[in-house]
């Protein structure tokens, strides 16, 4: 079973849960005003390996590992944040450990850079040209599973000198987060998923490019493969077709997806002052 079949099958299953708005979403708050239950995170769905055989994902990871996008100064102000918490003279920390192998808690505590994959107007459009050449406009297993996601990084090792007044980062851990979601961001369109029926998903060109470039676009179902039989007729579906669906059943569960990590020796350490 691909995936993404595999991880719809696990959202329709589930018990209900979901974010009213966008800060809860960022926060894990669901609609009782309470944090995600323990089973609405998936750590075991998502491998790297999978993940790093489509093109575009194994880029951003490469992307991610240079110098000069570990150390922007936005990452390095997350760096210096989370490192002064845990300082200790003449010492060498794995964060990992420190969150006692809990890889949520090394995100919330550890975590400073990402690489978007789909996540940028010129990804998207790459991305629904190379399906339109490619796969007859299907979404691929990768984009049905994650959508647009990140790839995250961390820290790994880091080494106190004496005083504890510089750090030096010599490991990073990289990882996916990703919220299986069917949330709209506040005053946006609804979505498009594609056009649906009981067997398969079709994308409809001009109903695909218009989500990308933020155009309003009217919803119809459409006929595939010559006369219009149930099998060939194709209904449209939104973010908010789910979202109507969980309130007519009162089930389908939002979840956080975390793939399992790697670790990544730097080739050129990098170090922060605390002075």
């Known amino acids: 079973m691909p995936v993404s079949a595999r991880l719809m099958e696990r959202w329709f299953a589930g018990a209900l849960n979901y974010s009213p ?3 809860d979403e960022a926060l894990c708050i669901n609609q009782d005003g309470q944090p995600y239950p323990p089973d609405m995170y998936d750590m075991t769905s998502i491998k790297l390996e999978w993940i790093l055989k489509y093109p575009r994902a194994q880029a951003q990871y490469m992307a991610l590992q240079q110098r000069e996008r570990l150390t922007t100064p936005r990452a390095v102000e997350s760096l210096h944040k989370c490192l002064s918490r845990v300082r200790t003279p003449d010492t060498t920390i794995d964060a990992l450990a420190l969150c006692n192998g809990d890889l949520t808690e090394l995100h919330k505590r550890f975590q400073f850079q990402f690489a978007g994959v789909e996540s940028t107007f010129g990804q998207k459009l790459d991305e629904f040209l190379l399906k339109r050449l490619t ?11 994650l959508g647009s996601f990140n790839i995250y990084a961390a820290v790994a090792y880091a080494e106190f000198n ?37 067997k398969r998903v079709v994308l409809v060109p001009a109903a695909a490019a218009a989500g990308i470039v933020g ?17 060939n007729i194709y209904y449209p579906t939104r973010n908010r077709s789910f979202r109507e669906w ?17 670790c990544v020796t730097l080739p050129q350490p990098i170090e922060i002052d605390f002075s």
């Open 21 to 23: 708005t966008d800060k």
């Open 162 to 198: 004496r005083e504890a007044r510089r750090a030096t980062v010599t490991s990073i851990y990289l990882y996916v987060r990703d919220s299986y979601t069917f949330s709209d961001r506040s005053h946006d369109q609804s979505q498009y998923l594609g056009h649906w029926n009981h």
């Open 215 to 231: 155009i309003r676009w009217l919803d119809y179902p459409v006929v595939v493969e010559g006369r219009r039989s149930r099998d």
């Open 135 to 145: 796969n007859s406009g299907l979404p691929d297993d990768l984009t049905g599973a």
């Open 246 to 262: 969980q309130q007519r059943h009162r089930r389908g569960g939002d979840f956080i997806i975390f793939s399992d990590y790697r």
